[in-house]
């Protein structure tokens, strides 16, 4: 197992390893270079014109392995993908308004687009999320996220990958999603 495997699974307090792992540390695609991170972060949010804070590297590049079950905890490699965490209710209630007036302006949209703005409605906004990946082009801010997204796939460390966006309303909801993918993984790796 990984370490961050082992200490999700040995964590008597997956709220603060949640913190020192994921939220407030250096994303391991960085390799524990702090100011390249930070600066990192002052690039994008410049390019989605958001404050840097409100930025946060999560998935494997930030810990190493998919926390994903579906992804049987690989590693982070070559291959992978890059997921931002953007934490802002002004952008989040933007593209949440936008999604729930489509009305029969969906129809026109393809099969996928549909069923991933139907998704969030039962799912995704329920935790404050909204997983941009297949949507992103569609909602309010997607020519201008789109657009930094691949001015950031040219700037190291992240050249050459695709950059996804989740959006948050706010700082709970960022930490209530992957809070319940921590506790979801402990009792994945508890479970005999």
Same mark, same amino acid.
């Given at each position: 197992?990984?370490?961050?495997?082992?200490?999700?699974?040995?964590?008597?307090?997956?709220? %603060?390893?949640?913190?020192?792992? &994921?939220?407030?540390?250096?994303?391991?695609?960085? @390799?524990?270079?702090?100011?390249?991170?930070?600066?990192?972060?002052?690039?994008? @949010?410049?390019?989605?014109?958001?404050?840097?804070?409100?930025?946060?590297?999560?998935?494997?590049?930030?810990?190493?392995?998919?926390?994903?079950? #579906?992804?049987? =905890?690989?590693?982070?490699?070559?291959? @992978?993908?890059?997921?931002?965490?953007?934490?802002?209710?002004?952008? =989040?209630?933007?593209?949440?308004?936008?999604?729930? @007036?489509?009305?029969?302006?969906?129809?026109?949209?393809?099969? *996928?687009?549909?069923?991933?703005?139907?998704?969030?409605?039962?799912?995704?906004?329920? #935790?404050?999320?909204?997983?941009? !990946?297949?949507? %992103?082009?569609? %909602?309010?801010?997607?020519?201008?996220?789109?657009?930094? &997204?691949?001015?950031?796939?040219?700037?190291?460390?992240?050249?050459?990958?695709?950059?996804?966006?989740?959006?948050?309303?706010?700082?709970?909801?960022?930490?209530?999603?992957?809070?319940?993918? =921590?506790? !979801?993984?402990?009792?994945?790796?508890?479970? *005999?």
């Amino acid at each position: 197992m990984t370490d961050i495997l082992d200490r999700i699974a040995d964590s008597t307090n997956l709220d %603060l390893l949640l913190s020192k792992r &994921l939220i407030d540390s250096t994303p391991e695609i960085f @390799s524990g270079d702090r100011d390249a991170y930070i600066d990192w972060k002052a690039q994008l @949010s410049a390019e989605l014109e958001i404050e840097p804070y409100m930025l946060v590297l999560v998935g494997s590049a930030a810990v190493g392995v998919s926390l994903n079950p #579906w992804k049987t =905890f690989s590693s982070f490699d070559d291959g @992978s993908d890059i997921d931002v965490a953007v934490v802002s209710a002004r952008h =989040f209630e933007d593209c949440w308004r936008f999604m729930r @007036s489509l009305g029969s302006r969906i129809y026109p949209l393809q099969a *996928p687009v549909r069923a991933h703005i139907r998704n969030h409605a039962r799912h995704q906004v329920y #935790w404050g999320a909204i997983a941009t !990946d297949r949507i %992103l082009a569609h %909602l309010p801010v997607g020519p201008a996220w789109t657009k930094a &997204l691949a001015k950031m796939a040219k700037v190291p460390p992240t050249v050459g990958r695709e950059i996804n966006i989740r959006l948050y309303r706010d700082v709970d909801s960022l930490r209530a999603y992957h809070l319940r993918n =921590f506790k !979801d993984v402990r009792a994945r790796l508890l479970t *005999p």
